[in-house]
């Protein structure tokens, strides 16, 4: 699976439990960190653990595991990283506050809006 494949099921995994702005960015060539960063939010602590939850269910039905997750305990900034791919889920504030999207604003992205 290509890191492009990857994020666009991460993205998909994250819009099946009702994330909010769901971005993919396309840091290529501009980080060694990532190929791509998916971003977004859910309204709740509880609504972000079922989102890295489900991630985390659908990428291992197609054999992949991520290296490390965190922040899944506090929720709300959960981190999944599947090495090209790095999974953030924000509750709505610390989205705003962190701005990571903003930080790579220069970068191509990819946007669904669901909810």
Same mark, same amino acid.
């Given at each position: 699976?290509?890191?492009?494949?990857?994020?666009?099921?991460?993205?998909?995994?994250?819009?099946?439990? $009702?994330? !909010?702005?769901?971005?993919?960015?396309?840091?290529?060539?501009?980080?060694?960190?990532?190929?791509?960063?998916?971003?977004?939010?859910?309204?709740?602590? !509880?609504?972000?653990?079922?989102?890295?939850?489900?991630?985390?269910?659908? +990428? $291992?039905? *197609?054999?992949?595991?991520?290296?490390?997750?965190?922040?899944? $305990? @506090?929720? *709300?900034?959960? +981190?999944? @990283?599947?090495? *090209?791919?790095? /999974?953030?889920?924000?509750?709505?504030?610390? $989205?705003?506050?962190?701005?990571?999207?903003?930080?790579? /604003?220069? /970068? !191509?992205?990819? !946007?669904?809006?669901?909810?």
């Amino acid at each position: 699976m290509t890191p492009l494949q990857l994020a666009e099921l991460i993205a998909m995994a994250a819009a099946d439990k $009702r994330a !909010r702005e769901v971005a993919t960015i396309d840091v290529r060539g501009k980080t060694t960190v990532a190929d791509f960063f998916v971003i977004c939010e859910g309204d709740t602590d !509880r609504q972000v653990r079922a989102i890295v939850d489900n991630i985390e269910d659908v +990428c $291992r039905e *197609s054999g992949i595991r991520p290296l490390n997750v965190a922040g899944v $305990r @506090d929720a *709300s900034w959960a +981190c999944l @990283d599947f090495d *090209s791919v790095i /999974a953030h889920v924000f509750l709505p504030g610390e $989205r705003i506050f962190y701005d990571l999207e903003g930080l790579w /604003a220069e /970068a !191509r992205r990819r !946007r669904r809006n669901v909810g």
